[in-house]
C-alpha cells in the first residue's frame, strides 16, 4: 500500500512538471511563430510597402532582437517567453494597426 501511495505522489509530481514544460514550450513556440509571422508580414510586399520605412526597421530591429533572445535563451521560463511577447507585440501592433487605418504611408518618418 505504501508503494503504490508513493507511485501516486511521484506521478503527480510529474504531471506538474510535465505541465510547466509544456507551458514553457507553448509559451516559447508562441513567440518563435509570432517573430517569424511578423517577419514574413512585414517582407510581404503588399504590406511592406505599405509601411513607413522608419516603422519597418523598427519592426524589423525588434523582431531580430526577439529572435537573437531566443537563441540565447532557449532553457528560460515560460513567463520570460510571455514577457518577451508583449515587448514584441508591443513594438508591432500599433505600428501595424496604423497600417491598416491608412495612415502607414503617407506618414514617412514624420512620427518620429
Known amino acids: 500500500k505504501e508503494e503504490i501511495e508513493k507511485m501516486v505522489q511521484e506521478a503527480e509530481k510529474y504531471k506538474s512538471e510535465d505541465e510547466e514544460h509544456k507551458k514553457k514550450v507553448e509559451a516559447k513556440n508562441a ?3 509570432y517573430a ?5 508580414t ?21 523582431i531580430d532582437q526577439a529572435i537573437q ?3 540565447n535563451n532557449q ?3 515560460a ?9 514584441l507585440e508591443s513594438v508591432c501592433n500599433p505600428i501595424i ?3 491598416y487605418q491608412g495612415a502607414g504611408g503617407d506618414m514617412g518618418g514624420a512620427m518620429d
Do not use: P, T
Open 31 to 33: 513567440l518563435e511563430n
Open 36 to 40: 517569424y509571422n511578423m517577419r514574413n
Open 42 to 62: 512585414v517582407k510581404d510586399e503588399k504590406i511592406g510597402d505599405k509601411l513607413a520605412e522608419a516603422d519597418k526597421k523598427k519592426i524589423e530591429d525588434a
Open 69 to 71: 533572445w531566443l537563441d
Open 75 to 77: 532553457l528560460a521560463e
Open 79 to 87: 513567463d520570460e517567453f510571455e514577457d518577451k511577447m508583449k515587448e
Open 97 to 99: 494597426a496604423k497600417m
